[in-house]
């Protein structure tokens, strides 16, 4: 049977076989990508961002800034772009109906079918996917630093990335996760998008959205899951390493404060465009994809700064429900009220004044003092993880240092084409 | 209308405690999040903008806890030590004077 994907068109992933691929690329040019786009590359061939069959052409560019839909007139929020200077376009002599090979690692990668070579107004982009034309904003950042021309055409992976450990269970694409959610016998699953560590409000935001999606179903068996749906690509300095981020978070269904039977982490490759209300939407487009039918939002989703508004997100949301293919799931804090002695939801607790907020950022900040967090707030079993993967992965240090981003092991190898 | 003052935690460790006894100070810990030991030290708003200029890394929660974190480790002893010294949380006045 089909698996139907975001815009009511089948996910199929765009991936040759080795035997045929060698026989495609030869003698083809081929173009070195940097992380990126070997990321949304993969993406693209996995079918994550299905209806999407490559980067972007101009015509569906143009309709995502000005009506945040594709050409075609499905929702898409996020531009996805290819961009070269004209002087390598010109360097390796490219143009419209070629195709060239994506390398990364020095190895092919993908195919590139080259549609369309064109410009647009970097600015006018910032403005229509962030709202601001601020450098300082980091999707604004990324978008300035793209170079001057943009290239539209459809991807087919060559060669299969090489998921490097202790990351390999985790990269479960779209077709291969809704297999997962079926074996399970989920008939629900809500996404939680993270890229931390996880301390007990991420915990308790899990658990209280797992019962809201829970709703009027049976109880009799188990029926409802938890995706954790890790973020992995560009890191900063003083973040946590992805290593403490993807096993810390399976941790919570290891050591039992969720099981099997309602819990799974998973990854996802991508670049925080940190687009608040617009990155939300790209959100449900991806968790759609992997076969999800709720999805987590809490406060300022993928926001920063004081760009957005706590709420914007969900009110977008709303203005496009009837065409997504997930429901939202709205979450409120999760603090500490010391009279109840618990973990508790902003939503019931009436202890206002005694409310003790935490945050991801708070956590880290002891944990950088060098003091143990108790356990209501930061379970044991998972400050022990970090501690180990300080010393395993990180040279060290759970966060991220100049030595992690020089020396790591990288998230995925592209091995040579056989 | 009274000047926001926004607080460093600054976490207390078993090393940081034992210190505090010495000095006769264990009870300027307060108590947080079901039993962590903090000092919190406040920053008006000129003391947090010199603070997030002088060291990156530091981050001011603005969505959860208004408060002043990930200061380093090391910037965080030098306060907790001048605390120590001066018996006392005013410290930042002091503290900045030399960045």
Redesign the interface.
Known sequence: MAEIGHGGKEIVERILEPSEAKEKIKGLKQIPIRSQIANEVIDIAYGFFCPLEGFMSKADLDSVCKNMRLASGVVWSIPILFDMSESEISDYGIKAGDSVVLTYQDNPLALFEIEEIYDYDKKAICQAVYGTTEEKHPGCARTYAYKDKFIGGKITLVNRPKINPPFEPYFIPPLEMRKKFKEKGWVRVVAHQTRNVPHTGHEWLMKGAWLQTYGELSIEKPLVGVLVNAIIGEKR??DYIDEAIILCQDELRKAGYFGDHNHMTSLTFWDMRYAGPKEAVFHAILRTNLGLTHHMYG??HAGV??YYG?YDAHRLLESIKDELNITPVYSM?WL?C?HC?EVTSEGLCNHRDEW????G??I???V????K?????FRPEVFDLVMECAEKYGFGSPFVTDEYLKNRTPVFSVPPLE | MAEERYPINIWVNEERYEKLKEAGLAEMCEEMLAGLKVIRVYANDAQKDKILKVFPTAKFDSATTKSIELLPKDVKDKMFDLIVQKKSVDILDEFLSNY
């Open positions: 300095k003083g406060r300022d700064g004081t706590p804090n500490y010391p002695g003790q907020k935490f945050s950022t708070v880290r900040s002891i950088m003092d060098g003091v967090p108790p356990r209501l707030i």
